[in-house]
């Protein structure tokens, strides 16, 4: 079974970057498309990117291009999002989710969440 | 981008009631690619449907989807304690992947 675990609640200072990891401990990592989304309070979850780990090709909402980037560690099972240029609207919990279909985006498995606070 | 849009914002229920939440598309879902989560405080959405009308694995029979083009509806039969939450839809048909902006079930 997918289980997707998430680094732990940062705080950071207007302008800094920071960067979630999500290790995958259910074995299929390398075949996965692992996405990022993020939700705001009382807000439906907002999708911000993916990448193809057997392919190494991530792609981006538009919102979010030129300052996020999405990687993957195959040798750790693990995938991360930097977000650069915080501002306090990218004060929001952070999720990582697991691709369910072959090409279909609907998301069987998510991480608990990471907490983001931009505040100088 | 396809926007989506949910309703009611909230529905007030008791247990044993049948639960019907509607979500409407900005445009056609090809395919009827909408799937719904279910999301309780503190925790992270949980699939409990795709392609419209498929259940996830492990969700009870009680939840249903219907639904195409832009009018899609997710059914809970009759309401368990455990049920009551946000449940969202979400789009995979056309990037960015969007979601709804949630139904609250409440008691």
């Known amino acids: 079974q997918v289980q997707l675990v998430q680094s732990g609640t940062e705080v950071k200072k207007p302008g800094s970057s920071v960067k979630v990891s999500c290790k995958d401990s259910?074995?299929?990592?390398?075949?996965?498309?692992i996405n990022w989304l993020r939700q705001a309070p009382g807000q439906g979850p907002e999708w911000m990117g993916e990448?193809?780990?057997?392919?190494?090709?991530?792609n981006y909402a538009q919102k979010f291009k030129g300052r996020l980037t999405i990687t993957a560690d195959v040798s750790t099972s693990t995938g991360y999002m930097e977000l650069t240029s915080l501002t306090s609207e990218d004060s929001v919990i952070y999720y990582c989710?697991?691709?369910?279909?072959?090409?279909?985006?609907?998301?069987?498995?998510w991480g608990q969440g990471t907490l983001v606070t931009v505040s100088s | 981008e396809i926007v989506l849009t949910q309703s009611p914002g909230t529905l007030s229920l008791s247990p044993g009631e049948r639960a019907t939440l509607s979500c409407r598309a900005s445009?056609?879902?090809?395919?009827?690619?909408v799937a719904w989560y279910q999301q309780k405080p503190g925790q992270a959405p949980r699939l409990l449907m795709y392609?419209?009308?498929t259940r996830a694995t492990g969700i009870p029979a009680r939840f249903s989807g219907s639904g195409s083009d832009t009018d899609f509806t997710l059914t809970i039969s009759r309401l368990e304690t455990e049920d009551f939450a946000v449940y969202y839809c979400?789009?995979?048909?056309?990037?960015?992947?969007?979601f709804g902006h949630g139904t609250k079930v409440e008691i």
């Open positions: 392609d419209a009308s």
């Open positions: 979400q789009q995979y048909a056309s990037p960015p992947w969007t």
């Open positions: 990448i193809n780990v057997k392919y190494d090709i991530a």
């Open positions: 259910g074995g299929s990592f390398s075949s996965s498309v």
């Open positions: 989710a697991r691709r369910g279909g072959y090409m279909e985006n609907w998301l069987d498995s």
């Open positions: 445009q056609s879902v090809r395919s009827n690619y």
